[in-house]
């Protein structure tokens, strides 16, 4: 976002609450418009209200335990006429190609439904479920954009390649076996994911009562 904007004025402002993800930023090339801060994001953010003219997050909310309380928040930092650009995959509709079907289901199943230690919650749905959460605020309007990712190739940088392997911790946890079936070998090649993104603005005001809207569904 920042190397999309040129304006020397707008100010960009990173949080994460591990250290190491701020420190890893705070490596990147230098831009004096860029702040990190380590926070969590779970409570009150760390801004003034109305004070934030666009909120983007990706892969987040399903991390977040209560959702609607999160948002919200989001919307009474935000500007009236403030945007929100929110992403998520859906990891439970990844497609992968492979010579076992079976343990091709298992693994993108497993896989979605696995809480990471590092994750306080997880909802591998929360691709399908993001324009409901925010739409049972009340507080925004706007519209969803699926985007689906397809790779033709298995090879890196391509995200199916880096998929395949993170597939591996499943059996370092002990979460699948790594013994292949007795009649045959089986290879997984990674063919489709699909992300959906809510493009939405906050109402005029921020203070306005918190009543859901009867909006369309696109």
Same mark, same amino acid.
């Given at each position: 976002m920042a190397a999309r904007t040129s304006n020397p004025t707008t100010r960009f402002v990173g949080l994460d609450s591990w250290e190491r993800q701020i420190k890893a930023a705070q490596a990147m090339p230098a831009d004096l418009r860029l702040t990190f801060q380590q926070a969590r994001v779970d409570g009150r953010l760390p801004f003034d209200d109305a004070s934030v003219d666009v909120a983007y997050s990706n892969n987040l909310l399903e991390c977040i335990a209560d959702k609607t309380a999160f948002l919200r928040e989001v919307a009474g930092v935000l500007r009236p006429g403030g945007q929100v650009l929110f992403a998520h995959w859906d990891w439970d509709s990844q497609i992968f190609d492979g010579?076992?079907?079976? &343990?091709v289901r298992k693994l993108i199943h497993?896989?979605?439904? !696995?809480?990471? %230690?590092?994750?306080?919650?997880?909802? %591998? !749905?929360?691709? /399908? /479920?993001l324009w409901g959460a925010f739409q049972e605020t009340g507080d925004f309007d706007?519209? =969803? &954009?699926? /985007? =689906?990712l397809t790779n033709i190739t298995y090879a890196e940088p391509w995200y199916g390649h880096r998929e395949v392997q993170d597939l591996g911790e499943l059996v370092k946890h002990g979460l699948v076996s790594a013994e292949p079936p007795p009649t045959a070998t089986s290879? =997984?090649?990674p063919a489709t994911s699909t992300k959906a993104a809510a493009r939405l603005n906050s109402p005029p005001t921020v203070s306005l009562p918190l009543s859901n809207p009867a909006l369309p569904v696109p």
């Open positions: 010579s076992d079907k079976a &343990l497993t896989f979605a439904d !696995w809480q990471q %230690p590092w994750m306080e919650h997880s909802d %591998p !749905w929360m691709g /399908r /479920r706007g519209e =969803v &954009l699926t /985007r =689906v290879t =997984v090649s």
